[in-house]
């Protein structure tokens, strides 16, 4: 195979290379062993293209490895000195690598933290307690800042290796990084309607990075382990006329069938905030194996009302109607959104690789269960009636229909609070 992509591309003059390497990938993305050769082609010949057409999503678990090998040369470089050095490609492809199979880089870890602070950070995921000695040390001996540039440095420094702590995705690491993290002497309460900062008399500590929070002498996982992607119908997808080059991604077509829900289409319960109609999300009527919620459930917000930095609560009955609370924010609406296209979606089960996602690789990220990928930082919800911090339930995002970048589904239940937040670029 290898020798015909190798053929395919040199019959072609170099103005001509673009537009064939475009339709040579495009044919062979669907075929793993084909994209790791042509990949690898890529890496070996930097000089025609700077980019490696996002092969990575598509070559085969067998291959990640030799992928990587091949790519070391620009381990530790910063972007910048990759680009000088001609390792633009393999710089890209270990970029893709770290979020697709961070695993690859544990045996490279303290080089990566020594050559190079900002890159490569995903590479730390789930790393476990291989890295936290060298980066203990690298806390105990920060040194004492003078100017205010070198204080900000020093600052920035910390910051990282604290989240590379929680990274690591284990006890030791979260125990680590509420010992070097800084004190959280304040938590919010809602008190007379109002978000309001009181003593943090309990201790908690959250680490938002990693999605844990430490509680009643516990560390509480604020995301599930179970994980469902909606896989939307395929009459769907027909609707959009890029939807070849735009749904590749096998993200958008995961096998399996954990249960049937209800998507979009108008809402029932009426938008408090702006006075006019809601609009559905989901209903749950049966909960998904590990997800912990008390069905049935009716998930709805005001897609227009919900533009705002805050979330929009609803407390649901006991047939999961929403009641949508009055928000501190009023809006008057100036254009009628549309609902989402109303359909019945399948949910199927999220496979490891997917179970982390990164905007920007064209991949479904729309899902219940698993962990956020959040647009901007981190923004666990607390429960407005308890105060306790709620479980992350959902995520919609932008791709196949509008939805103003991404929509964040949390649920409390022992309240049956549910909390929509959006958030935009
Ligand atoms: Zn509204
Ligand atoms: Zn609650």
Known sequence: MLGSVVDYLSAFEEKDYQTSLGILTKRIKPDPRASAELLLYLIENPEKTSSNAGLVEFVGESDLENIFQNSLPALG?????????????????LEDLSQRAPSLFYPHLETLWQKSKE??????????????????????NLPSPE???????????????????????????FELAKKFGAPQETVLSVIDDQWVSVPNIENIYLLENAGVEWRA????????AASYHFRFPEEAFRTRDDFESRFENPSWRLPGNSGEIRFGGEGVAGCTICGKESHHLFTLDVAPPGIPISTPVIFETCLHCMVSNRPMYARHDAAGKPDI????????????????????????PTPTRFFRQHDGYEQNESRIGGVPDWVQGPEYEQCP????????LSQIHNGLFYINTAIYVFWCNSCRMSAVLNTYT
């Open 217 to 224: 002498g516990q560390w509480h996982q604020l995301y599930t």
């Open 385 to 392: 009636v308890c105060g306790k911090r709620m479980q992350f």
């Open 77 to 93: 470089m910063s972007r910048k000195e990759a680009e000088e050095s001609g390792l633009m490609i393999a710089y890209i492809t």
């Open 325 to 348: 609370w009055p928000s501190y924010q009023m809006f008057e609406r100036d254009y009628e959104p549309e609902p989402l296209p109303e359909m019945n979606v399948i949910l199927a």
């Open 119 to 140: 890159d490569l950070e995903e590479a730390w995921q789930d790393c476990g307690t291989i890295h936290h000695a060298q980066l203990v040390n690298f806390l105990e």
């Open 147 to 173: 100017g205010q540039e070198e204080k900000f440095q020093v600052y920035a420094n910390r910051n990282r290796a604290l989240r590379r702590l929680e990274m690591s995705n284990c006890t030791q690491g």
